[in-house]
């Protein structure tokens, strides 16, 4: 089963709210990932989870939250964001950093109002 | 960081049409991925091929990495073939740094 699992697949929040978007793969993979992609743009890596440790955080603003409750599912809180944070958020996962083949799931359509 | 250049930016073809897409990368690899991004977002695996040759249907990949390039084929275009299609690579230097993705090739179909 090559399948990861994103939720909710739509989301429209105001600048003050707190939520979360959530990420689940059952494929046995150890490390999981979060992109980022505005309209017309390539995805843009935002963290890195390996063994469920953070690898990577490119510079991404603190109002990203990420967290890795164990290998198989990846969360991204999301709180005081602006409009311009409004993008296609996507998980992605692969059996090792930087190792393997990468899937993607559906995407997260976040809307900042 | 590895620099990924793809081309064409865009094409428009008639249905029954083949294809080629190119991928550049500046430094050596040990992941080399073509995906195809549908209208809705999802971003579906075509190819995992860090050097080689694969085929899948219409569809058909070659990598040479000694000289740094990847060719996606497309024959036989259908519509349903429309959308974006991107390379994305990871370098082989040791580097925890995922996928870098070009900024892929736009594709349309017309009936």
């Known amino acids: 089963d090559t399948e990861v699992t994103q939720t909710p697949k739509h989301l429209v929040m105001g600048m003050t709210n707190k939520k979360s978007l959530k990420c689940e793969q059952h494929?046995?993979?150890?490390?999981m990932y979060w992109y980022k992609q505005k309209a017309k743009k390539p995805p843009e890596l935002m963290f890195v989870?390996?063994?469920?440790?953070?690898?990577i955080n490119e510079s991404v603003p603190s109002r990203f939250s990420p967290e890795c409750p164990n290998s198989s599912l990846l969360n991204l809180h999301l709180h005081a964001l602006q409009p311009e944070d409004s993008a296609l958020y996507l998980c992605?996962?692969?059996?090792?950093?930087?190792?393997?083949?990468?899937?993607f799931g559906e995407g997260s359509r976040l809307t900042v109002l | 960081g590895i620099q990924v250049e793809q081309s064409p930016p865009d094409l428009i073809l008639q249905e029954g049409a083949n294809s080629t897409l190119r991928c550049n990368f500046s430094d050596s690899v040990n992941n080399l991925q073509w995906f195809h991004q549908n209208p809705w977002g999802q971003l579906i695996n075509l190819f995992y091929i860090p050097s080689g040759t694969k085929q899948n249907g219409r569809l058909s990949a070659t990598t040479v990495a000694t000289e740094r390039y990847s060719l996606l084929y497309i024959s036989s275009s259908q519509t349903t073939d429309s959308g974006v299609y991107f390379c994305a690579v990871g370098g082989s230097g040791g580097g925890a740094d995922g996928l870098t993705f070009g900024k892929g090739t736009h594709l349309i179909i017309q009936p």
């Open positions: 989870y390996s063994y469920e440790k953070l690898s």
């Open positions: 494929m046995g993979h150890r490390a």
């Open positions: 992605a996962s692969s059996p090792g950093l930087n190792t393997g083949e990468l899937f």
